[in-house]
């Protein structure tokens, strides 16, 4: 069967593209919207920060040696050794402090005797508990040093507690027995203190770098029932309340503290806070070091040669800002007195000389100022701004001309309140890593609740900001 042909004149209708006006207008919008919205969601966003009331406070931390009015005594015989009277306790004269048993006949007694010694009292266990308190709230693992010196002082108490408990019923016991030992008091009153360390002696004049050395640093404590030798050391008397911290200073230090009389100092170890006198002096080394004066507290450190403490800086009431939002930008420099008022009485600015081919005339030209000293105005130097260096500006109702060229430099931050960066100068009172605390309610500066820019180096001026 034959195929049946197509006929050649037969062709496809194509419809005309039909363009009106409401869909080029709709296709522009399409666009616009998809650019401004890519352009958005690519564009950094500029952070910012809320001002703020507030003041920064730099505790400074120190470690200091402490001197005292401190009186070894030593025994005239050889013998066993046994204690009468608690570290840290006041003794008067006459007071019964230890006794010294030739014979050894004391310390065989008590071996035999053990039913007779008595135990740590409640009253012995609570105060050796605060002493661990107050060590670990304290404790830094960089002062690792100072475990040591706990050591020696809970040694030291823990014998003494249990040897004149002991001692004081026994007495009776041995004179029973027909024991016989030498009794030694105080020859002079004071706080009682078992550890000797050789710096009993020293005075503030005579500190140096090396007494901060506590690599071979050490204390003796002579151990009640412990045989001892004529002439040594036994135990020592503070004889006053008035005692000093010497502490090594840095450079920056001595430029803080130059004018301080006193110094607010708080001691971590025992919640202690206290105010003292205070003032640099030149160690023998020729270095300089900080002396704190106190008149109380002695007994709460008697068992301590080194402690650690902080030194509260004076407290600056302000506006707080964070270090990052600070910038430095430089300025014109004009007379006061070449101020000049436009049309309108807030609007300000200078008379500038404007060159023509009829001649020079002076035309104002309104410029924003961010700030003044009692001679100059501040005014803007960037592109964008209104004067040139070399421009002339004329003194209102006189002849008198100024170049402008002179600049200096101001710190500032970027105020944001209106959409775009603007620089507004500060006055930084105090700072830290990561604060200024500025002065307030200056004419030219920030208020508070003001938006500033976190980053100044992420703006420019004029900029507008995304928030």
Same mark, same amino acid.
């Given at each position: 069967?034959?195929?049946?042909?197509?006929?050649?004149?037969?062709?496809?209708?194509?419809?005309?593209?039909?363009?009106?006006?409401?869909?080029?207008?709709?296709?522009?919008?399409?666009?616009? /919207?998809?650019?401004?919205?890519?352009?958005?969601?690519?564009?950094?966003?500029?952070?910012?920060?809320?001002?703020?009331?507030?003041?920064?406070?730099?505790?400074? #931390?120190?470690?200091?040696?402490? /001197?005292?009015?401190?009186?070894?005594?030593?025994?005239?015989?050889?013998?066993?050794?046994?204690?009468?009277?608690?570290?840290?306790?006041?003794?008067?004269?006459?007071?019964?402090?230890?006794?010294?048993?030739?014979?050894?006949?004391?310390?065989?007694?008590?071996?035999?005797?053990?039913?007779?010694?008595?135990?740590?009292?409640? %009253? =012995? &266990?609570?105060?050796?508990?605060?002493? /661990?308190?107050? @060590?670990?709230?304290?404790?830094?693992?960089?002062?690792?040093?100072?475990?040591?010196?706990?050591?020696?002082?809970?040694?030291?108490?823990?014998?003494?507690?249990? =040897?004149?408990?002991? +001692?004081?019923?026994?007495?009776? +016991?041995?004179?029973?027995?027909?024991?016989?030992?030498?009794? !030694?008091?105080?020859?002079?009153?004071?706080?009682?203190?078992?550890?000797?360390?050789?710096?009993?002696?020293?005075?503030?004049?005579?500190?140096?770098?090396?007494?901060?050395?506590?690599?071979?640093?050490?204390?003796?404590?002579?151990?009640?029932?412990?045989?001892?030798?004529?002439?040594?050391?036994?135990?020592?008397?503070?004889?006053?309340?008035?005692?000093?911290?010497?502490?090594?200073?840095?450079?920056?230090?001595?430029?803080?503290?130059?004018?301080?009389?006193?110094?607010?100092?708080?001691?971590?170890?025992?919640?202690?806070?206290?105010?003292?006198?205070?003032?640099?002096?030149? $160690?023998?080394?020729?270095?300089?070091?900080?002396?704190?004066?106190?008149?109380?507290?002695?007994?709460? @450190?008697?068992?301590?040669?080194?402690?650690? @403490?902080?030194?509260?800086?004076?407290?600056?009431? $302000?506006?707080?800002?964070?270090?990052?939002? !600070?910038?430095?930008?430089?300025?014109?420099?004009?007379?006061?007195?070449?101020?000049? #008022?436009?049309?309108?009485?807030?609007?300000?600015?200078?008379?500038?000389?404007?060159?023509?081919?009829?001649?020079?005339? %002076?035309?104002?030209?309104? %410029?924003?100022?961010?700030?003044?000293?009692?001679?100059?105005?501040?005014?803007? &130097?960037?592109?964008?701004?209104?004067?040139?260096?070399?421009?002339?500006?004329?003194?209102?109702?006189?002849?008198?001309?100024?170049?402008?060229?002179?600049?200096?430099?101001?710190?500032?931050?970027?105020?944001?309140?209106?959409?775009?960066?603007?620089?507004? #100068?500060?006055?930084? /009172?105090?700072? =830290?890593?990561?604060?200024?605390?500025?002065?307030?309610?200056?004419?030219?500066?920030?208020?508070?609740?003001?938006?500033?820019?976190?980053?100044?180096?992420? !703006?420019?001026?004029?900029?507008?900001?995304?928030?």
């Amino acid at each position: 069967m034959a195929k049946k042909k197509k006929n050649p004149k037969i062709r496809r209708y194509r419809h005309p593209l039909n363009l009106n006006v409401g869909m080029i207008i709709f296709a522009i919008i399409f666009v616009y /919207l998809t650019f401004s919205v890519y352009t958005y969601m690519k564009k950094e966003k500029v952070q910012f920060y809320e001002v703020v009331e507030g003041n920064i406070v730099n505790d400074h #931390q120190y470690t200091g040696i402490i /001197l005292r009015n401190e009186r070894v005594e030593q025994t005239d015989r050889a013998g066993y050794i046994n204690y009468y009277i608690r570290e840290g306790k006041r003794a008067a004269i006459g007071t019964r402090i230890y006794s010294i048993d030739e014979t050894g006949n004391m310390a065989s007694f008590l071996e035999d005797n053990p039913d007779a010694n008595v135990t740590l009292t409640d %009253a =012995n &266990m609570a105060e050796i508990k605060r002493q /661990l308190s107050a @060590f670990s709230m304290g404790y830094h693992d960089r002062k690792f040093s100072d475990v040591y010196d706990l050591q020696y002082s809970l040694e030291a108490a823990v014998l003494e507690y249990v =040897n004149f408990n002991s +001692l004081g019923n026994l007495d009776t +016991l041995m004179q029973q027995t027909g024991i016989t030992f030498q009794q !030694v008091a105080a020859p002079i009153s004071g706080v009682v203190s078992y550890a000797i360390d050789g710096y009993e002696s020293l005075t503030p004049a005579q500190v140096s770098e090396a007494v901060f050395d506590r690599t071979s640093y050490s204390k003796a404590i002579t151990k009640a029932g412990q045989l001892i030798e004529q002439s040594s050391p036994v135990y020592k008397l503070v004889t006053s309340d008035d005692w000093n911290i010497v502490f090594p200073l840095t450079d920056t230090d001595v430029t803080e503290y130059q004018d301080q009389k006193s110094l607010h100092v708080t001691f971590a170890s025992n919640g202690l806070e206290t105010d003292a006198a205070f003032s640099i002096i030149i $160690g023998e080394d020729g270095k300089s070091y900080g002396k704190l004066d106190f008149n109380q507290y002695m007994v709460q @450190f008697v068992a301590d040669r080194y402690v650690s @403490f902080e030194v509260a800086s004076e407290k600056m009431d $302000g506006l707080k800002i964070p270090v990052t939002a !600070v910038a430095t930008k430089n300025f014109y420099l004009i007379p006061l007195d070449y101020m000049a #008022q436009g049309g309108d009485s807030s609007n300000t600015g200078f008379m500038k000389e404007v060159y023509s081919e009829t001649g020079t005339t %002076a035309e104002f030209v309104p %410029a924003t100022i961010y700030f003044s000293t009692d001679e100059y105005y501040y005014v803007d &130097m960037g592109d964008q701004a209104p004067f040139k260096a070399g421009d002339y500006i004329v003194k209102p109702n006189s002849q008198d001309r100024f170049q402008i060229g002179n600049s200096a430099s101001l710190q500032g931050v970027y105020n944001i309140n209106k959409g775009y960066a603007v620089f507004k #100068q500060i006055e930084i /009172l105090k700072s =830290n890593d990561e604060y200024y605390t500025i002065k307030k309610g200056t004419r030219y500066g920030l208020s508070v609740y003001d938006h500033i820019v976190l980053d100044a180096n992420t !703006v420019y001026e004029g900029e507008l900001i995304y928030q």
